[in-house]
């Protein structure tokens, strides 16, 4: 028997295999995040955030550094502000639709910044090994001795309180938990069969690094930059709550919380309208992470 009269109407066996393997772990991933609703809901609801932080600013009437004392503390749907307006008559929408795109910027930039930093680090002191990898792991764990906040406040008053300082600052040691996963699956993946045979081609340890380890780095990767934006975000909010974050006029939602909280007493609906854009923006994340962890975990297969 052929293996083309094993599956009707088959005409290249395998050409069939090839497909059957070619739907691996990437193609079994997605379909298996696609089912998970809460994972697929998340998607969702922070495509429709980063739609509003994007275009939101620019189709609200009022600026969001607009002050109007004349319409100061306006209940929310009063004068045409729809979410109201703060202690100097600033628009609500327009000042969270702002604070939004601020905090997703800092949350992604800085997670690019420790992505880049942490592979490239993990990577290097995986693949070498020895004593090379040793004394950089000593190094990652006195960082990770220092007060995590200290550190980025040092940064900031060292260099100033420029929003992009702020991006690379947290950025710089969010880092470290990523250099140790890259690490480990470096260690676990320099034995296997594609890494001798690139070796027994001649390839470049540099070259093997970044051609055959980082990619097959994808799956733990992706994963955790999910979980590490809510986690920069958090860490912008408080820096932002303490008044070391991002500064006025320019807002982040956790200026706004701030703000709100000191003024609560006088209108609840300035403290409530940014902590509500902030639970559902990490929730949103949080899922998404789940998902992905879910989908791409072989032990749940």
């Known amino acids: 028997m052929t ?8 005409r290249d066996g395998s050409k069939d295999m090839q497909a059957v393997a070619g739907r691996s772990l990437w193609d079994d991933a997605r379909r298996r995040l696609f089912r998970n609703r809460l994972a697929v809901a998340g998607m969702a609801v922070l495509g429709l955030l980063v739609l509003a932080a994007a275009i939101g600013p620019f ?3 009022f600026a969001f550094d607009e002050v109007t004392k004349t319409d100061v503390y306006l209940r929310p749907l009063q004068s045409g502000h729809l979410l109201g307006t703060d202690y100097i008559g600033r628009d609500m929408l327009a000042r969270i ?3 939004l795109r601020v905090s997703l910027g800092v949350g992604i930039t800085a997670t690019i910044v420790s992505l880049v930093i942490g592979i490239a680090y993990g990577a290097t002191a995986g ?3 020895g004593r090379v990898d040793e004394g950089m792991m000593r190094i990652v764990d006195v960082l990770y001795a220092l007060p995590f906040v200290f550190f980025v406040i040092v940064l900031m008053v060292a260099f100033g309180r420029n929003i992009f300082l702020i991006f690379l600052a947290i950025g710089a040691v969010e880092w470290l938990t990523m250099a140790r996963i890259v690490r480990g699956q470096t260690i676990s993946l320099k034995q296997a069969e594609f890494v001798e045979a690139a070796r027994a081609a001649g390839m470049s340890g540099a070259g093997i690094v970044f051609r055959h380890i980082v990619p097959n780095l994808l799956g733990p990767v992706a994963v955790y930059v999910t979980l590490t934006i809510p986690q920069v975000i958090l860490l912008e909010s408080f820096l932002s709550f303490i008044g ?7 807002t982040s939602l956790g200026t706004l919380i701030s703000i709100g909280a000191n003024n609560m007493e006088l209108a ?6 940014p902590a509500l854009f902030m639970v559902v923006l990490l929730m949103s994340f949080n899922f998404i992470g789940d998902g992905l962890r879910d989908a791409i975990d072989p032990k749940d297969r």
Do not use: N, R
Not at 3 to 10: D, E, F, K, V
Not at 268 to 273: A, F, G, M, N, P
């Open 3 to 10: 293996a083309s009269t094993l599956i009707p109407g088959m």
């Open 59 to 61: 189709l609200v009437p």
């Open 97 to 99: 639709l702002v604070g």
């Open 127 to 129: 693949f070498i090994g």
């Open 244 to 250: 070391m974050g991002v500064q006025e006029p320019l």
């Open 268 to 273: 609840t609906w300035l403290l409530i309208w």
